[in-house]
């Protein structure tokens, strides 16, 4: 050791008093720093949110209602009511709402048919009471409501997409209530669909309400286009669907129905699957075979052959909107539906009445 005060070369002698304990400092920076994060990003996603809620309104003033309003077990529901003649009942699919008929089949039907189609709950301009859990079965139970309420008697029914269950609800909850269904590209059975699960996540009670009021539209916005292609391909977008109100579509509270739907789903067919063999209304099953998103031979054909007496009708290389691609064919399998019903009404008028 070097006897002139230090302890080894370079080294100045040690600083008089404790040396400061450095995590502790490090300890008591990083506090407010964090807060000021926390802070700064509360503030940065209350502000998105602010904008978002502002655009929403924006987005109703610009596409404010086309339809009427009904107010059904405490429930406020927007529709569409045209035409005269057997009544047809149109229900769309998740994330939509009443344009998407209003742009392919509805005044093409109403030239022979009364159509009615609804906003389904928390779509479009209807509402969806935040506590009711709104199944396929409770969607049914109140559109069966509403359909009374209007005076409609033993439609039609077609369910497009996550809409078809609530058809098929109809066939087994209501049969003698109306004279058949069609079901469209729709999901029957339990299999999994990772974009449902991802969209579930708005669904949730704290990140789902973040999700829904900042990102989700954001990301709505950037990506919708790409979305949209996807639900049609491998067909094009029709020029007409250029007319559908996306950015109604972005609302939180819409958001939040779709991503409810999409948690819900799967649900649904694990406890229903089992009862399709017991339909026997008239029912008409459509599909495309490049449907993206419900599998043809997983759905469409699987339901064929557990509900006797029900016809399949396929579209090769269609995907998953049938009714903006092949509308007339469509319409021709409600009115299928229909000869279905007639026949059915035939064959029992003819069964011999054996006293007793």
């Known amino acids: ?39 700064g990003s509360a503030a940065a996603l209350a502000g998105v949110a602010a904008l978002v809620n502002w655009q929403a309104r924006a987005a109703e003033r610009r596409h404010p209602p ?24 149109l229900l769309h699919g998740n994330s939509s709402m009443v344009q998407d008929f209003a742009l392919s089949i509805l005044e093409p039907l109403a030239r ?11 779509f479009g301009y209807s509402d969806r009471p935040k506590e009711v859990l709104w199944t396929p079965e409770a969607q049914a139970a109140l559109i069966r409501d509403a359909l009374d309420v209007l005076g409609v008697e033993k439609p ?7 809409a078809a269950a609530v058809a098929l609800c109809f066939a087994l909850d209501y049969p003698e209530e ?5 079901v469209e590209s729709g999901y029957y059975y339990p299999y999994r669909r990772p974009d449902a699960a991802i969209s ?25 286009k790409a979305m949209v292609k996807g639900m049609f391909s491998p067909n094009p977008i029709p020029p007409a669907y250029a007319e559908f109100p996306a950015k109604l579509a972005l609302r939180p509270w819409h958001l939040r129905a779709g991503a409810e739907e999409a948690a819900t789903m799967r649900d649904w067919a694990l406890r229903t699957w089992r009862h399709f063999p017991e339909i026997e209304v008239p029912v008409m099953i459509i599909a495309g075979t490049k449907d993206r998103l419900a599998s043809y031979q997983k759905h469409a054909v699987r339901l064929h052959h557990d509900i006797l007496g029900s016809r399949l009708r396929l579209w090769p290389g269609t995907g998953h909107m049938l009714h903006h691609i092949h509308p007339d064919g469509v319409m021709d399998a409600i009115e299928e539906v229909w000869e279905m019903a007639e026949q059915r009404k035939t064959a029992e008028q003819r069964e011999p009445a054996y006293a007793l």
């Open 156 to 162: 039609v029914i077609l369910g497009h997409s996550w």
């Open 112 to 122: 022979n048919h009364r159509v009615i189609a609804f906003d389904r709950p928390g």
């Open 66 to 89: 086309i339809g009427d309003f009904i107010t059904v077990n405490g429930v406020r529901l927007h529709y569409l009511d045209v035409g005269e003649g057997p009544a047809v009942v």
């Open 178 to 182: 109306i004279s058949g269904v069609v």
């Open 1 to 39: 050791m070097i006897a002139d005060g230090t302890n080894d070369v370079g080294r100045t002698p040690a600083a008089k008093g404790p040396a400061p304990r450095l995590p502790e400092a490090m300890e008591r920076s990083a506090v407010p720093k964090a807060a000021a994060i926390a802070l």
């Open 200 to 224: 579930a996540i708005n669904a949730k009670p704290v990140i789902g309400w973040i999700g829904r009021n900042t990102w989700s539209p954001v990301m709505g916005l950037i990506f919708g």
